[in-house]
């Protein structure tokens, strides 16, 4: 079945230390997209990418970084300048050349800061 | 810069009863509008989306959701809600571009608790 696949399912990290969170997606997208998810303030956009090699800010870039080396993966890497990384992470890819459709989101990833 | 708005942080209906979200937007032009459900500790699975045309939509699982350009909206409705509605529900607005149904913008989120 076609999906994304976003691993691990729960990661704990070390404060001062920097953490990669993984996302593969086989839908052959070439968007795709990382989103923070913090209770009552909704999804927030981290990063984007709309192509291999090709990434944006969004809106919260500031201690996170990410890599477009292969159309079906987008790691994100939480550096440790991230003051408050806790969070539930949302990997997300849509296809730009098709109409009328829309993103499909992975399952997440929890972080943990102990 | 769009913006949305989900007045309603949590509602709570007894099962068999009618539901309605209310999603409000700012955008200049028209928005591509999306309804994403969330269950706990889940990713978002798409409910239903609205482009251009008919403003009454359906969606899966016996949702539908009005679009209305003159109040901003684009409400979210149930006739009848069963205990599995039981989830958290977002209103998203994409802009057009390349990236339009991925680059969204969330409002906060309702939470609905279903009643036995």
């Known amino acids: 079945d076609g999906g994304i696949t976003q691993s691990p399912k729960y990661l704990f990290r070390k404060e001062g230390q920097n953490v990669t969170l993984s996302c593969e997606q086989n839908?052959?997208?070439?968007?795709m997209y990382w989103y923070r998810q913090d209770p009552g303030q909704g999804l927030r956009l981290i990063y984007y990418s709309q192509i291999v090699n090709d990434f944006q800010k969004g809106d919260i870039a500031e201690g996170y970084s990410v890599s477009r080396e292969k159309k079906e993966s987008f790691p994100l890497t939480v550096t440790s300048a991230q003051k408050n990384p806790t969070a539930f992470y949302l990997c997300a890819s849509s296809d730009p050349y098709r109409d009328r459709t829309e993103a499909f989101f992975g399952q997440g990833t929890r972080l943990t800061v102990v | 810069a769009q913006s949305v708005t989900q007045p309603d942080i949590h509602i709570t209906v007894s099962e068999g009863a009618s539901l309605e979200l209310r999603c409000n937007y700012s955008?200049?032009?028209?928005?591509?509008l999306f309804w994403y459900v969330q269950s706990p500790g889940q990713g978002l699975q798409l409910l239903l989306k609205y482009f251009s045309g008919d403003t009454l939509v359906q969606g899966i699982k016996g949702f539908e959701a009005e679009f209305k350009r003159s109040q901003s909206s684009f409400n979210l409705r149930k006739p009848s809600v069963h205990w599995s509605d039981a989830a958290e529900y977002f209103c998203a607005v994409g802009v057009a571009g390349g990236t339009s149904y991925g680059k969204l913008t969330f409002g906060q989120g309702t939470i609905l608790t279903v009643h036995p």
């Open positions: 955008y200049g032009a028209t928005p591509y």
């Open positions: 839908l052959n997208h070439d968007a």
